[in-house]
């Protein structure tokens, strides 16, 4: 006789919530998982994979563009914003269906509920309860909208993907990766595009060379920018809607897209009620096995509001299970992540900033910078230039930076996160034979520090 209906119960069918489930369902482990919106998670469904089809929809205008100096002579093309919806909704029903039928396959039983905490070892979900020997929290995030006049006007990330029809104009406020994607994005399928960003710059915590090129690229395009601005109000008038700032100007928009971060989703679950410890913006705060303060009940993913990437939380899942049911003491290493930003031209990036190595090596180390048109470019009319960085110590000769900006950066940098995992060093880059003519070459070409 069991004495917990299940032994394992999640909540929240995304990406961590899924890996864990299928996993321990695989040991033999009984597991039930609770979703109330979508298998799959932000990523499948609002988040990486609907952007990235958007990233690739948006592209093709520059591409006709650049096809006439290659000698293609193409009629007029034009855009139907309808005829992608329906593309992505069918590929991310697809997936949906993928996720539910890997849960089904491996046994675990799916409640598509709401579910949340009563106790320890108590959900409430569906019209039932459920005891477990041990519950997961896997909810993720939510986007996060300060509390503005006119707020009822403002959209998120998660509308974009469901617009019943494209704006003439965007206004994008906040400066962070989602706001640099959309603005791309937007702008490459004919809309007007303005970000409006409180600080002086885009995309915090990246290496600065980085920021200051993507931005450059992205105005050459025609994206306008407002820095060092916040919006104070929201006004709808007769021809859309108004953004006042507190420096005295307005920006006139049709549509107002909100890209001030996310938050971890835990309202509603009763984390507090039965005294899981959270942080002041609601994480659930664990230890490094992915516990709570209360011993049978853990999280992971972005609901804990750590390095919040897909990738990591699918790795977390696998790692807590097996530590769990298979006595595996692995972890995961959150050193050396590389991470990449889909905006037009791409970011890529792996290990320190500039500014980061300065502050941990001093003077001990070598900027090596390249800056070129790419060969595509020389004949297409386009001016978009690619901007690479690697950052040396020079005691060791140990790379421990490399930052891209350009045409398939994520292609390129994740073939360097392996080198760098792997220690490599400058001169092995320079006793590399570069691929010609390739962009990647200019990586193992590097052979003077720029300071």
Same mark, same amino acid.
């Given at each position: 006789?069991?004495?917990?209906? /299940? ?23 009984? !597991? =039930? ?7 799959? #998670?932000?990523?499948?469904?609002? #988040? ?17 563009? =650049? ?7 193409? $009629? ?38 709401? =579910? ?8 409430? +979900? ?46 994008? +406020? ?16 004919? +809309?007007?595009?303005?970000?409006? @960003? ?9 290496? @600065? ?22 919006? $104070? ?22 549509? !107002?897209?909100? *890209?001030?971060?996310? /938050? ?26 992915? $516990? ?39 972890? /995961? ?6 991470? *990449? !930003? ?16 300065? $502050? ?56 360097? *996160? ?5 220690? !490599?060093?400058? *001169? ?24």
């Amino acid at each position: 006789m069991f004495k917990y209906d /299940v032994d394992l119960f999640v909540i929240g069918a995304g990406s961590g919530g899924v890996r864990a489930a299928r996993t321990a369902a695989g040991m033999g482990v009984r !597991v =039930a998982i609770a979703e109330e919106k979508y298998f799959g #998670g932000t990523c499948v469904n609002v #988040g990486c994979v609907p952007k990235k089809l958007f990233v690739y929809a948006s592209q093709f205008s520059e591409n006709f563009a =650049a096809a006439k100096g290659y000698g293609w002579q193409l $009629q007029a093309s034009s855009f139907d914003w309808t005829t992608l919806l329906k593309s992505k909704n069918k590929e991310i029903e697809r997936l949906q269906g993928v996720y539910e039928r890997l849960l089904k396959e491996s046994g675990v039983e799916i409640i598509e509920a709401r =579910a949340h905490l009563i106790d320890a070892h108590t959900v409430s +979900v569906g019209g039932r309860t459920y005891t477990a020997e041990r519950i997961l929290i896997a909810t993720g995030g939510w986007p996060y909208i300060p509390d503005v006049p006119g707020k009822e006007f403002i959209v998120t990330s998660n509308e974009m993907f469901f617009l019943k029809e494209l704006p003439k104009r965007l206004l994008i +406020v906040g400066g962070g990766y989602i706001s640099a994607e959309f603005a791309g994005i937007m702008h490459g399928l004919g +809309v007007e595009v303005t970000v409006c @960003e409180r600080n002086a710059k885009l995309l915090n915590g990246f290496d @600065e060379d980085v920021r200051d090129f993507l931005v450059e690229e992205m105005t050459k395009k025609g994206i306008n920018f407002r820095f060092n601005s916040i919006i $104070q109000h929201i006004e709808k008038v007769q021809d859309g809607l108004i953004a006042h700032t507190d420096v005295g100007n307005y920006i006139s928009t049709d549509l !107002v897209m909100y *890209a001030t971060g996310r /938050v971890p989703n835990t309202k509603g679950l009763g984390l507090e009620k039965i005294g899981v410890k959270l942080d002041p913006v609601g994480a659930v705060i664990v230890n490094s096995d992915y $516990q709570t303060n209360i011993p049978s009940i853990y999280a992971l993913g972005d609901v804990t509001n750590h390095v919040k990437l897909t990738p990591l939380a699918t790795a977390e899942g696998s790692v807590l299970v097996n530590k769990l049911y298979a006595d595996k003491s692995a972890i /995961v290493d959150y050193d050396l992540i590389p991470t *990449a !930003v889909f905006s037009q031209p791409n970011i890529a990036t792996v290990g320190l900033t500039e500014k980061q190595a300065k $502050q941990k090596y001093g003077a001990d180390i070598d900027i090596y910078i390249a800056n070129f048109k790419p060969m595509k470019n020389t004949i297409s009319g386009s001016s978009e230039r690619t901007f690479m960085k690697m950052i040396v110590v020079k005691s060791t000769d140990c790379v421990v930076g490399i930052h891209m900006v350009g045409t398939d950066a994520g292609e390129i940098i994740q073939g360097m *996160a392996i080198a760098m995992r792997a220690g !490599v060093t400058k *001169a092995i880059f320079d006793s590399t034979i570069g691929i010609h003519p390739t962009a990647a070459e200019e990586f193992v070409t590097m052979r003077k520090p720029v300071r």
